[in-house]
């Protein structure tokens, strides 16, 4: 077996035997088969609060979020508590955030498929592990590796798919990623939609929202 094959071989192993949300970040922790993590501060595992149902994936740790260990911290994560709090979310009450990267790439470039696939043994057993009943993909990157194809961003966003957890389908919506409507604020009406559209799913299965607060 090639040195890429036993990498992604031990990352199935060492995600498997993890039992719990805490045991997974231990393994990821221990995990040296991505060289990612030998240029990286940090191991970026998650943040915010699983029980809440809802799951929000991003792409890759950014400067930011690589020397506080942490997903979202930055200007794009700002932007996300924006975006959660205009639907009733906040990460620190309903809401649970990861990445399909737990390192952040050099120079923030695009993870490479080979990245891709040392990491998302460990992401798709998170998933499996937080148990929610939503699924948000923050981006093309996300988008990419959860549900595979070669459709863009733009063409995925909006839609309804299903990703399937052990016996049950869970609702998954691609949409914007933060960083992108940072880049282009006239695209900020789609992913309002889109956040439109979570609002009604989360409110159809009966998912908690938090009060808005006043200005």
């Known amino acids: 077996m090639s ?6 071989g031990n990352a199935h192993a060492m995600a498997a035997n993890a039992q719990s949300l805490a045991e997974l970040k231990a393994a ?3 995990f040296n ?5 030998r240029t990286a501060t940090n191991t970026v595992f998650a943040d915010g609060t699983p029980a809440g149902g809802i ?14 260990g942490k997903p979202f911290v930055g200007r794009a994560g700002q932007l996300l508590d924006k975006m959660l709090l205009s639907i009733g979310l906040d990460r620190n009450v309903n809401a649970y ?3 399909v990267i ?4 050099p120079d923030n470039r695009d993870p490479s498929s080979e990245e891709a696939a040392q990491c998302l043994p460990f992401l798709r057993r998170h998933i499996e592990l937080a148990e929610p009943q939503l699924i948000v993909l923050l981006g093309a990157v996300a988008a990419r590796h959860v549900v595979g194809g070669c459709e863009g961003i733009m063409k995925l966003r909006g839609r309804w798919m299903e990703y ?7 609702p998954l919506m691609p949409t914007l990623h933060p960083a992108y409507l940072l880049r282009q604020p006239a695209h900020k009406k789609l992913a309002w939609r889109d956040l439109q ?8 299965i009966g998912l908690p929202r938090v009060p808005m607060r006043a200005n």
């Open 3 to 8: 040195a890429m094959g036993d990498s992604i």
């Open 28 to 30: 990821l922790e221990a």
């Open 33 to 37: 088969g991505c060289a990612l993590k």
């Open 55 to 68: 799951l929000f994936i991003g792409e890759a740790p950014g400067r930011d979020e690589d020397r506080i």
């Open 97 to 99: 955030i990861t990445n």
């Open 102 to 105: 737990n390192w952040r790439p």
């Open 164 to 170: 399937r957890i052990g016996g049950y389908n869970v």
């Open 197 to 204: 559209a979570i609002a009604t799913r989360m409110e159809e």
